[in-house]
């Protein structure tokens, strides 16, 4: 059996890690300054976090330059896989951040706008270093509808069927971000996180929501992720990666232990 895998998450804006909630604006200062994104990525490796993951909230042309950099930065200093995502539209985006050392790029809205691009960095570097970033929110029909542009544009799309395309296109993983969960601490989106593992055979990550050791024990055992994404409970000092592991080994989720 895979261990299940906990991700620490990093928001960049303008070189520093950030939080906000429900998709909180940098323009409208929603999002509060969470510290230096090095110094994390240092302190989550040595709690034994499987896996970082960047993501340029804001993807200017200043922030993509101070991200390729900071990949650099930390792929020398740690030991962790490394994903990174933001503003990644053209095969040539996906180059950039594997030359800089990350280890999977995580694609969105850029997906929605141009499907093939996905299956063109699949077939040039593994299924298993394109993930697929999908953020939802649930609908008054009670579906979940994708969004686009930072949780800002509805795309009409059904998430379900969205994925199952992006799995067929060639994405190896599955991110799955509760625009309604983002930030709130409440729990993740468990009804959509087991859909989504229902419908795709590649790992499937959830994010959004996390409050808790408990929040993540429930979204491996009721919501059936593969992993689970966290950020403000690890930045604020709450608790950490480590103690979160001890928790999920206590419940009997399969977790690797450092």
């Known amino acids: 059996m895979l261990a299940k895998r906990i991700i620490t998450c990093l928001d960049v804006h303008a070189g520093r890690v950030t ?21 994390l990525a240092v302190q989550y490796n040595e709690q034994g976090a499987d896996e970082l993951v960047f ?28 994903t990174v995502g933001g503003g990644i539209r053209a095969f040539a985006d996906f180059r950039q951040f594997f030359l800089a050392g990350a280890d999977k790029v995580s694609i969105n809205s850029g997906a929605v706008a141009n499907p093939e691009v996905v299956r063109q960095a699949a077939d ?42 992006g799995q067929a296109l060639g994405a190896g ?21 087991r859909a989504v593992a229902r419908t795709v055979d590649i790992p499937v990550v959830a994010s959004g929501g996390a409050g808790s050791a408990e929040h993540m024990r429930d979204v491996f055992q009721q919501g059936e992720a593969d992993a689970a994404l966290a950020a403000g409970i690890f930045h604020s000092g709450q608790t950490t990666v480590a103690a979160v ?9 399969h977790v690797r232990v450092v």
């Open 19 to 39: 939080r906000g909630q429900q998709f909180g604006r940098a323009e409208q200062g929603e999002l509060r300054d969470m510290g230096d994104p090095v110094a």
């Open 55 to 82: 993501y340029d909230i804001t993807a200017t042309a200043e922030g993509r330059n101070t991200m390729l950099d900071l990949v650099t930065v930390v792929a020398e200093r740690c030991f962790m896989p490394l």
């Open 173 to 193: 993983e599955i991110v799955l971000n509760s625009i309604d969960a983002d930030g709130m601490k409440t729990g993740y989106d468990l009804e959509a996180t």
């Open 245 to 253: 592991k001890q928790v999920l080994a206590a419940a009997g989720v």
């Open 124 to 165: 040039h570097y593994g299924s298993q270093a394109v993930v697929l970033s999908v953020d939802a929110r649930r609908s008054l029909e009670g579906s979940w509808e994708v969004y686009i542009a930072g949780g800002r544009k509805a795309t009409g799309y059904d998430l379900l069927a969205w994925v199952e395309r």
